[in-house]
């Protein structure tokens, strides 16, 4: 399927458990992101990466690790679950490409609620 | 600093005209962006601004930027119950590749 695509839709863990959330973007777009949306807050950056092997911190990362050997996957994994980390978690993807001035559209993933227990 | 600010919650009339505000604080932002979040869904962007215009419109869309005033809003013409959603505000930072959200504000529609 085209587009961006987020697995598992829905995931109950119990603290302390490692979970890895997956992203799969068919689209070659350099850029993706990984956000969590909780109730007031918005969208939070979590992790982003330029390209593959390259990624960096966004607003939020403690207690979250991320890759991508290859452009089109950019995991998501959270090493030791804790219930604060309980929330929706999108995955998105730009084709931005360069320019201080480029638009920066970013397309989402129908994201993972994750509960932590 | 980098702060989108949006009203949490607005409710019309089917048929009404809906205006949702934000406001920013990055004067250097070169894109401001909608995007749409339906129940159980990922975000859809709506429509977009470059910093330069006051005005873009889109079909029943019309996009005001005031960038004295730092304020952006979105006017939904002829409001229809499938409008119903999260609303969300964005801009990019001049030196970022980043997104920085507002914290969305539900539309309610109304029949």
């Known amino acids: 399927d085209a587009g961006i695509t987020q697995s598992p839709r829905y995931k109950i863990t119990e603290t302390g458990r490692q979970v890895t959330l997956m992203c799969h973007q068919t689209?070659?777009?350099?850029?993706m992101f990984w956000y969590r949306q909780d109730l007031g807050h918005g969208l939070r950056l979590i992790y982003y990466s330029a390209a593959a092997d390259i990624t960096d911190k966004g607003e939020v990362p403690d207690g979250y690790v991320v890759s991508r050997s290859k452009t089109e996957n950019f995991p998501l994994t959270l090493e030791s679950a804790t219930r604060s980390q309980t929330s929706v978690y999108f995955c998105?993807?730009?084709?931005?490409?360069?320019?201080?001035?480029?638009?920066?559209?970013?397309?989402f993933g129908a994201g993972t609620r994750l509960s932590v227990l | 600093g980098e702060d989108v600010e949006q009203s949490l919650f607005l409710s019309v009339r089917e048929g009404d005209s809906s205006v949702i505000n934000c406001t920013y604080t990055d004067s250097s932002s070169t894109y401001l962006y909608w995007y749409k979040q339906e129940p159980g869904a990922g975000l859809q962007l709506l429509t977009y601004i470059f910093s330069n215009m006051d005005m873009k419109q889109d079909q029943r869309l019309t996009v005001l930027l005031n960038k004295k005033d730092k304020h952006l809003s979105l006017r939904i013409a002829d409001t229809q119950t499938g409008d119903s959603a999260i609303y969300f505000c964005a801009e990019t930072p001049l030196t970022s590749y980043k997104l920085i959200f507002g914290s969305g504000t539900r539309l309610l529609v109304r029949p």
């Open positions: 998105a993807s730009s084709d931005v490409t360069s320019g201080t001035l480029a638009k920066n559209i970013q397309y």
């Open positions: 689209w070659s777009h350099s850029y």
